[in-house]
């Protein structure tokens, strides 16, 4: 489970800005305690802000960080493609990020300082009877491994200014390092969009068509940026199909025709129709119909694309970040899927959802320490905090967060000047 999360100089966030998952609010059912910590962890943060106040870009760093340790060590040749704070310094300053996470009781940490020219510091420690042991620290070129590791020797010569030692270390059979970098990636991104605006992750339409399919029909290799999921079993049909239903769509089931085959001499055109047909089963009264899936209303498609990365998380008890909720999900969708993550007969695992949104009537289903605020800064920096601590006064655990929002009390909101807008249709003068 993720502990917390720092990140600074990144996109719209300059100075440090920590997401924690350490409940305030201990005695319920879904703080979930840790005892080798000390603590409890929450399964549910949410972080709510104005428009370009940075909300997504907490998100983006997260999974900036976790596509770092997939891909550094093939894709960062020339260039290490972070993206520092573009105004003040940001452009002179590494940009860090420090995740923590709780594998099988034990506390790890994970730092990384860097720039797009090179990794400068980069660190593994644990915290096995809650004390600090390195398991590996790195500074520029100097790589120190914890003794007793020999097996991870050999990072050191696949080790290059701009690939991250954690990289190269998790193929090495060393569980202190692949159980962590295993945890990391299972870490799902849905709803983010990249900077040519497509979204980032171009997987969950078919890792929920998995949980559909006859085991004759299920692909063995991984789906990219799923390999570290554990994959459904035809008997899981039944669990996507409930939570199918859950949406009240009227779907009774879902239909996938084999692809249609042509021969060698046929049109090009005819041979490129390889894909499965998609079908969503419709019941109305004592009928039933089934309708292609590219038919289907948004709002149906995006449950539908949700379902595989859902089960997956709540599976391995693995983290998923959702960007803008509210603007994939009816209300009531999104009420049950906090839900699912909230109660412990559906979440045994521990498995966490991290979003954005700005839908305040889900504030009514989030506990205080469950929501963090977003604001722009002066000088067009992030700044993130914890609405249970707002402004260095607890707010109280019985007290209206929806109302309490919408009257301002917490800020986060847009500061409207309509004069300026007024002034130029010619309103006023």
Known sequence: MLIRFDVANFRSVLDSVELSMVAVDRDRTEARPVPNLGESLL?????????????????????????????????????????PFAFADGKDRPSEFTIELVISGVRFEYTVELDRQEVAYEALFHYPEKKQRRIFEREGAELKLQRGLGRLSGT???????????SVARRFDEPLVSDFARDLLAAQTLGL?????????????????????ESSERDQLPLPGFEELEWPSPADRTQ???LLRLADLGIDDVVIDEPETYPEDAPETLRMRTQRRVRLVHRA???RAPLDFAAESEGTRTWFQLIGP??????SGSLLLFDELDASLHPTLSMHLIRLF?????????????????????????????????EKAEDGATRLGALAEFAGER???????????????????????RTEVLRALGLIG
């Open 156 to 166: 050191r010569e696949l080790l290059t200014a701009r690939t991250l030692a954690l």
């Open 310 to 315: 859902v089960l997956a998380a709540l599976r």
């Open 193 to 213: 969009k990249s900077r040519a605006r497509r979204p980032l992750n171009s997987g969950p339409a078919r890792s929920t068509l998995r949980w559909f399919e």
């Open 240 to 242: 996507a199909l409930a």
């Open 395 to 417: 707010v109280r655990k019985s007290q209206n967060l929806e109302k309490a929002y919408l009257h301002g009390r917490f800020g986060a909101l847009p500061d409207v000047d």
């Open 285 to 287: 009264a004592h009928e």
């Open 43 to 83: 399964p549910v943060a949410a972080v709510y802000g104005p428009n370009a106040s940075g909300k997504s870009n907490v998100i983006a760093a997260l999974t900036w960080l976790r596509t770092a340790v997939r891909d550094s060590l093939r894709y960062w040749d020339d260039e290490i493609p972070v993206e």
């Open 342 to 374: 909230h109660e412990p007969a559906t979440n045994p695992k521990g498995a966490q959802l991290i979003f954005t949104s700005h839908d305040t009537s889900l504030l009514n289903h989030l506990n205080r320490d469950e929501v963090w605020l977003t």
